[in-house]
């Protein structure tokens, strides 16, 4: 029998993308699954998908960029099962901007959706996954690791959240396991003309996914079922494409030498 029958995984973001890839790979594992999101259609929708598939689904309209909500949310959590094993901080946004037009107003809102609701949800949720010994999975993004051109305010953000999340491992209760997932470029339908609108002087190789990193797009069953195995064997980090590792390696040995490399392979300016 698997491990996650009966068990309660929370998916912030989790009506679409690989948000709604994690709760079905948790669900097909047995998991009782929780959809978080702003959008209540999506969710409805993505909770139908769930159920066709005969996974036990529901979801709650929750924003979670409102501290207010996320504390109603966790408190109905607890009060209607009872438990919380997993929590998965999916929400994010990206963009494709010049490092010279990136405000700081567009710096503080990639730093509230991409770090700020993180740790919201996660200190929200702490008490209810120490209970159970449970799994808080961030995630994050090549960008945790390394910075790339056109996409400075959300690596700001992205490197925030490996930051907190790291001292959750080192901090958090020892009996709650914490990990960073930190994939590159996901497959999906418009990928390519998402940011054809976010800033002037961006060349279009910027535009494709990944910010036009030379790294293979990542089917999102893929990427949700290594995560179901990382909760599984308490993993901390999970870096996808894993050969990564090494650039990432090098570039903590030697920042210089890290970013030659990078400037190598990096879309250029018009």
Not at 141 to 165: D, I, V
Request: aromatic content about 6%; overall charge positive.
């Amino acid at each position: 029998m698997s491990q996650w029958r009966e068990k309660r995984v929370l998916v912030t973001g989790g009506s679409q993308g690989l948000g709604f890839s994690i709760a079905r790979a948790f669900g097909k594992q047995g998991a009782k699954v929780i959809l978080w999101a702003r959008d209540s259609e999506r969710l409805r929708t993505a909770v139908e998908r769930l159920h066709e598939d005969q996974i036990e689904a529901s979801y709650e309209t929750v924003d979670v960029l409102d501290a207010t909500a996320v504390n109603e949310g966790m408190q109905a959590i607890e009060k209607h099962y009872g438990r919380l094993d997993v929590l998965v901080n999916a929400v994010g946004k990206s963009t494709r901007i010049p490092l010279g037009e990136a405000s700081l107003e567009t710096y503080q809102e990639f730093m509230r959706l991409n770090f700020e609701t993180a740790v919201q949800c996660s200190l929200t949720a702490m008490p209810l996954l120490e209970k159970t010994g449970g799994h808080l999975v961030n995630i994050g993004s090549l960008s945790s690791k390394t910075a790339w051109p056109y996409m400075a305010p959300y690596t700001a953000s992205k490197f925030a959240l490996a930051g907190f999340t790291q001292q959750c491992r080192l901090e958090g209760p020892s009996n709650v396991h914490t990990m960073l997932v930190c994939p590159g470029p996901i497959r999906r339908t418009d990928a390519g003309s998402r940011y054809a609108r976010d800033g002037s002087n961006v060349p279009q190789s910027a535009a494709k996914p990944g910010g036009g990193a030379p790294v293979k797009g990542l089917s999102p069953e893929r990427v949700a079922n290594l995560i179901v195995r990382g909760c599984q064997r308490r993993t901390a980090e999970l870096i996808l494409p894993a050969w990564l590792r090494c650039l990432f390696s090098v570039s903590a040995c030697s920042a210089s030498l890290g970013d030659w490399i990078l400037k190598q392979v990096a879309p250029q300016s018009k």
